[in-house]
Nanobody, 122 residues
Framework: QVRLVESGGGSVQSGGSLRLSCAPS????????MAWFRRAPGQEREGVAL???????RYADSVKGRFAISRDRDKNALYLQMASLKPEDTAIYYC????????????????WGPGTQVTVSS
């Protein structure tokens, strides 16, 4: 099965930036639909950013204009550039690859990595 490993998390102050990286490995996977999710303390996991066919992107309203998802096929990597971070962005962030169904945070089925912690202090 596909394995996903996230990196780049950490602690920053409000207004700061971080870049998360993800390196899929293992058996072949559908790299045409990849995403980032996050789970804040006490909340359900939610979709943050989505990239389709390496170019078309979707974002949750809460991160539009601040986060950017990208993929580098040559490096086999997925990224999430996060800027203007807010305390409410504090969460565990997960890289994900679609395994079944539509390319949709809610309707698709996903394989996730173990996650990386992002903490934003005010």
């Amino acid at each position: 099965q596909v394995r996903l490993v996230e990196s780049g998390g950490g602690s920053v102050q409000s207004g700061g930036s971080l870049r998360l990286s993800c390196a899929p490995s293992g058996r072949s996977y559908d790299d045409n639909c990849m995403a980032w999710f996050r789970r804040a303390p006490g909340q359900e996991r939610e979709g943050v950013a989505l990239i389709i066919d390496g170019a078309n992107t979707r974002y949750a309203d809460s991160v539009k204009g601040r986060f950017a998802i990208s993929r580098d096929r040559d490096k086999n990597a997925l990224y999430l550039q996060m800027a203007s971070l807010k305390p409410e962005d504090t969460a565990i962030y997960y890289c994900a690859v679609r395994t079944m169904g539509p390319c949709s945070w809610l309707s698709g089925r996903w394989a996730w990595g173990p996650g990386t912690q992002v903490t934003v202090s005010s």
